[in-house]
């Protein structure tokens, strides 16, 4: 398989189907966002859902593309930009049990009312860091001489130094996942390539709270390098986490010392991940239906589970949410669309017949706002109109990254906001990545 070329695009058509899902999918954020909190739900299904603080940070991404696309006015960006950075900024900070966030960092969960902790959740730095991203990206887009915009960026800069980085690492060099005021840190640490990516760019470039370059050397040293499906890449089983710091950051040809050692940068690396993708669906070792070239999408998303269910004779577990993995699973037969259309800056060669495949043959999977979280073709739904699975939730977790990488595939805008970021910058400098545009 070739996985070695960039998959980015040069400019020129862009194909119509691009353009109908980056749309589609950009309605969730118009239509779910509370104009009174600037607070968007985690997802929406069946039944109500608190909001989600990484959910948010997906919108503020969204908008500036948004803008670009004319699926909304400029005004309009900037009205929801200031609502949810004025109520993320007065909320109360504190260790009270029902705050909405402390040390400058956010619940997972708010209420979408109150925008209070929504139970028992905890302190999230990777939901605080998204948040704080998509604050960057209005604060480099919304550039201009005026009052409103002005606020943007003050609310933004004052948002992010209020962050206690250093106190997220809990004695330790790694960054805990979060926090409890009940209990305290939770045992769990940022490790292993991950989503937290972005999160430790973030840490090391803050101006006021930054955590030590060594947290950067601890983290990279528990990476796994692999060869699956004949190709060797940094090693992550979900497609989604190949995908999410990229929103933001553009790693085209920068490099930190692992993947000089190595020889290839995060981009490429994604690219191969993709590839990987889709030539286990073509080996479809466990038999599942649909699985081919034109069918795949392995990642966490909803599925039709928990359930047991003999299927052609063979005994199937069926998982609900969960972080699907190529290869080691869990793997179920649930395939998420939306984490093909992240791709697509990756290997558009490959994601671009892939989207037209499943919206042509699928159809059932496709909503107002874009593609449905997930489908499954080996669990029957005699009942249902497509008469297989399909997921009722639309996630603003796998909306976010549409939108958002389709506009990186169209324009590069999100990379190039935040490639004049200083703290984006410093953060990567500081963690040793070199060459490229830095």
């Not at 905890?122 to 939901?127: G, H, P």
Request: hydrophobic residues 35%; contains cysteine.
């Amino acid at each position: 398989m070739t996985t070695e070329k960039s998959g980015i695009s040069g400019g020129g058509e862009t194909h119509a189907l691009v353009h109908r899902l980056q749309r589609s999918t950009f309605e969730f954020f118009l239509t779910k966002f509370n104009p009174l909190n600037g607070l968007l739900p985690d997802n929406v299904g069946e039944e109500a859902s608190p909001a989600s603080v990484a959910v948010v940070g997906m919108a503020l991404t969204a908008w500036p593309a948004g803008v670009e696309r004319q699926f909304m006015s400029r005004a309009n960006a900037i009205k929801r930009t200031l609502t949810a950075l004025r109520y993320f900024w007065n909320g109360p900070q504190g260790e009270q049990h029902d705050a909405r966030g402390y040390k400058g960092f956010y619940y997972h969960f708010l209420d979408m009312r109150t925008g209070l902790r929504a139970g028992n959740c905890e302190l999230s730095t990777i939901d605080t860091t998204y948040f704080i991203a998509g604050a960057l990206t209005c604060a480099a887009y919304f550039d201009r001489d005026t009052p409103q915009e002005k606020e943007i960026r003050s609310l933004a800069d004052a948002l992010y130094r209020r962050v206690d980085w250093q106190w997220a690492l809990d004695g330790g060099l790694k960054v805990s996942m979060g926090w409890k005021p009940e209990s305290g840190f939770l045992p769990s640490h940022w490790k292993g390539y991950c989503e937290a990516l972005i999160l430790y760019v973030l840490a090391l470039g803050s101006p006021t709270h930054p955590i030590p370059a060594e947290s950067y050397t601890a983290w990279a040293e528990t990476y796994q390098w692999k060869k699956i499906c004949g190709t060797e890449f940094l090693y992550a089983g979900p497609l989604f986490i190949h995908q999410m710091s990229h929103m933001w950051i553009d790693f085209r040809g920068i490099q930190d010392p692992f993947m000089r050692e190595h020889g290839i940068d995060y981009f490429q690396n994604s690219r191969r991940a993709t590839y990987i993708q889709q030539e286990y669906a073509i080996q479809n070792p466990m038999h599942f239906d649909g699985y081919d070239k034109y069918c795949w999408g392995i990642t966490a998303s909803d599925g039709p589970g928990p359930a047991q269910r003999q299927v052609n004779g063979i005994e199937r577990s069926f998982c609900d949410y969960d972080a699907r993995k190529v290869p080691e699973g869990p793997d179920d037969g649930t395939i998420a669309p939306w984490a093909v259309a992240a791709s697509l800056p990756f290997a558009p060669e490959i994601v671009l017949p892939t989207l037209q495949h499943i919206s042509e043959k699928f159809p059932e999977t496709m909503s107002n706002y874009g593609f449905k979280s997930s489908f499954n073709l080996t669990f029957r739904a005699p009942a249902s109109k497509a008469g297989y699975w399909i997921s009722k939730r639309h996630y603003g977790l796998a909306q976010g990254p549409v939108v958002v990488m389709a506009e990186n595939y169209r324009s590069g805008l999100i990379w190039r906001l935040l490639r004049d970021c200083p703290c984006v910058v410093a953060g990567l400098r500081r963690a040793g990545f070199k060459n490229g545009w830095l």
